[in-house]
């Protein structure tokens, strides 16, 4: 059985996460059920995570409502969540908040100077496949 972070959801056959980019344009989202990759997760507080996409882009995944958080360990495993799919822009501080988390160095951290357009998944429940 699996253990389920945030709500408990059924899913049959997931959508990969490396296909959501091609259903997305600039102004869509859409809600699905995606199945992906975990290459980061906040090391502070698990209060976020990145899949891997193709072209070695990621994709941010943070959680509703600040509600729940993942393991920190879940680097490399294979996650299906719940939620809302977008493209958005994530400004400078931002940044540097998330690359102080996942324990970038000041000199790391003082290259980041603008805005990033990127994917971006606002989970509401998320499982490791086992």
């Known amino acids: 059985m699996n253990t ?4 408990a959801f059924e899913y049959e056959q997931p959508v990969l996460v490396s ?3 091609s259903r997305l344009s ?3 989202s859409t809600m699905v059920i995606a199945k992906g990759k975990v290459v980061e997760v906040c090391q502070a507080k698990g209060c976020w995570m990145t899949l891997e996409l193709p072209n070695s882009e990621t994709m941010r995944v943070t959680f509703k409502d600040y509600g729940f958080f993942v393991p920190k360990d ?3 495993k294979e996650v299906v ?3 809302k799919a ?3 822009e994530t400004d400078v501080e931002t940044l540097q908040h998330l690359a102080a988390d996942a324990g970038k160095s ?6 980041i ?3 990033e357009k990127g994917y971006a998944f606002l989970a509401s429940g998320v499982t490791v496949v086992e």
């Open 86 to 88: 977008t493209i958005s």
């Open 81 to 83: 969540l719940k939620g």
């Open 4 to 7: 389920f972070y945030g709500e």
């Open 26 to 28: 600039e102004s869509d």
């Open 106 to 111: 000041e000199e790391e951290i003082a290259k």
């Open 113 to 115: 100077t603008e805005p």
């Open 19 to 21: 296909e959501l980019t």
């Open 74 to 76: 879940l680097g490399g």
